[in-house]
């Protein structure tokens, strides 16, 4: 060994951004030439420079991986723990909602399943639980059960519901919404079940119900499938029962100038009413 890699002869210091661009390191693409000018008046070592450098590379790169994921997730916007309003639901302590943010659960497979009635807040804390989850690092799915029930079934027919569903085994949670909406008659409803069954015990899921388990074979073929769903998924599972007054009415009801003025009962409050009785039947 004659020349040391280390001790080029020539750097061609005008090749830097070609390279970097190269190496895919766009951070330090964007910020070297202001570190360098810190280090050469602090008369940095060497070391120190390139750490620097470095320590930027790998803090951005996670920001970025973060930011692709929440795209990937397609949660909502704005349905976070910090436009949560905690006080509309006095069963649910804070500490309670925050330990599952934190996703301790989503290590074992575990799931989360929240019942309610319609308005209560089940879609806005299971993905603000979502937005918490990708912020510390993981990959979640958010989806309506209808249109992941489509396209799984749409995969079957180009029989690649195989693929379709390791594709999905890249994240640690899908949060799957409005199941009681998925009606069996809507063509076969057992694509759901065979997510249900994958997923057991390896990889999370998190649901939102306004109908309580009772009412789930509507949802799956028949009744010993909803029995075999409704066991895997309740095996390990936080259940959020989440049967307040609607959110929405009640923030209107807030904002009309008296109770007064509002007319007594509205087709709206009926049908939620109906809905309630239903669930509580
Ligand atoms: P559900 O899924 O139970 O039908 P949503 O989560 O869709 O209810 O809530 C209905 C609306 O009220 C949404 O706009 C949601 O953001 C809002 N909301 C519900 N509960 C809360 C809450 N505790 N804090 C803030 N907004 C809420
Ligand atoms: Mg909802």
């Given at each position: 060994m004659t020349d040391h890699p280390a001790k080029p002869?020539?750097?061609?210091?005008?090749?830097l951004p070609a390279m970097l661009t190269a190496l895919r390191l766009p951070s330090i693409h964007r910020h070297w030439p202001a570190l360098a000018e810190c280090a050469d008046k602090e008369g940095w070592p060497a070391a120190r420079f390139l750490a620097a450098l470095a320590e930027l590379e790998l803090a951005e790169r996670e920001t970025r991986r973060i930011r692709r994921h929440l795209i990937e997730s397609q949660l909502p916007g704005g349905k976070?723990?910090?436009?949560?309003?905690?006080?509309a639901l006095p069963g649910l302590p804070r500490a309670r909602v925050e330990a599952l943010a934190a996703g301790d659960w989503i290590e074992t497979g575990a799931n989360l399943i929240a019942i309610g009635n319609s308005g209560a807040g089940k879609t806005h804390l299971l993905c603000a639980i979502g937005h918490a989850l990708v912020e510390a690092g993981r990959r979640v799915l958010y989806t309506r059960t209808t249109d992941l029930v489509q396209k799984l079934q749409a995969a079957r027919r180009d029989l690649a519901l195989e693929a379709a569903l390791a594709k999905l085994d890249r994240f640690d949670l899908i949060i799957l919404d409005d199941i009681s909406y998925a009606r069996k008659d809507q063509a076969e409803t057992s694509v759901l079940f065979e997510i249900i069954a994958r997923r057991y015990e390896t990889r999370s899921l998190a649901i939102a119900a306004n109908q309580p388990f009772s009412a789930w074979d509507r949802v799956f073929p028949d009744q010993a499938v909803t029995v075999?769903?409704?066991d895997r998924l309740v095996h390990h599972a936080t259940i959020l029962e989440m049967n307040v007054e609607s959110y929405r009415r009640r923030a209107a009801a807030d904002r009309a100038p008296t109770k007064a003025d509002a007319p007594a009962t509205t087709t709206a409050d009926k049908q939620a009413d109906n809905i309630k009785e239903e669930i509580t039947a």
């Open positions: 002869r020539a750097v061609d210091v005008h090749a976070t723990l910090a436009t949560f309003d905690f006080k075999a769903a409704i």
